[in-house]
């Protein structure tokens, strides 16, 4: 899921992008007030030689941004993808915290059945303490279930201690996908505007050759 380190522009990239659509422009200006001798010094068939030399290499700088542009469109991609991971990975987490706050609240219930139970056994053995002393047998069997009820209860007591702990790990992975779901779908949205960015310029550019072209065509045809 590692993404390259250079989909942003660097100031060099930027600043000769900018002179690209700058030199157009220029080129533009001169031609809309018949500058043609003061561009490149030269008349004719010569300036429309070196005018069209110069919009190929515009040209070709284009198809460099346009690259650069599927790059970026390219992460923007796989960001979309990385997020869509995170997202049902965050629901799985809030369904199995889900299943862990009903297995516990039903292991909660059972426990304070069973110490009723064991409450209602114990009251049982105080109102029949009479008939316990004269019976040792009957006694020893009470004692015994009453041993059997204290050993479950204490391994329900575990189990849930084992369900919280487990619940708490859940909890704390759902925050620690929450924070990355974050930091993903922010990453997303400043590779969007670079995008944007991007895009836009290479629309003015786009627009600016067709306008160049459309002058080279009526010089040529004058």
Same mark, same amino acid.
């Given at each position: 899921d590692?993404?390259?380190?250079?989909l942003e522009p660097d100031s060099t990239?930027?600043?000769k992008n900018d002179e690209i659509v700058d030199n157009i422009a220029e080129c533009l200006d001169r031609m809309a007030i018949g500058d043609w001798p003061? *561009? +490149?010094?030269?008349?004719g068939g010569d300036f429309r030689a070196? *005018? *069209?030399e110069r919009v190929e290499g515009l040209q070709a700088e284009l198809s460099h941004?346009?690259?650069r542009n599927m790059e970026l469109?390219?992460?923007r991609s796989e960001l979309t993808g990385r997020c869509g991971r995170l997202e049902i990975n965050l629901a799985t987490q809030k369904n199995n915290c889900v299943r862990l706050e009903l297995d516990l609240e039903t292991q909660k219930e059972i426990c304070d059945k069973l110490e009723a139970n064991l409450k209602a056994q114990k009251e049982c053995v105080t109102k029949t303490e009479a008939d316990l002393k004269a019976s040792e047998e009957r006694c020893t069997s009470l004692t015994k279930l009453r041993n059997s009820l204290d050993s479950r209860c204490t391994g329900l007591k575990k189990n849930i201690d084992e369900q919280k702990c487990k619940f708490e790990t859940s909890q704390k992975k759902l925050a620690?996908?929450?924070?990355? *779901?974050y930091d993903m779908t922010k990453a997303l949205a400043e590779e969007k505007a670079r995008t944007n960015k991007i895009q836009r310029k290479n629309n003015q550019l786009n627009a600016k050759i067709n306008s160049?072209?459309? +002058?080279?065509?009526?010089?040529?045809n004058s």
């Open positions: 590692d993404l390259p380190d250079n990239e930027r600043s003061t *561009l +490149h010094g030269t008349r070196s *005018l *069209l941004l346009s690259g469109e390219q992460a620690e996908t929450e924070t990355e *779901l160049l072209k459309s +002058h080279i065509s009526m010089s040529q």
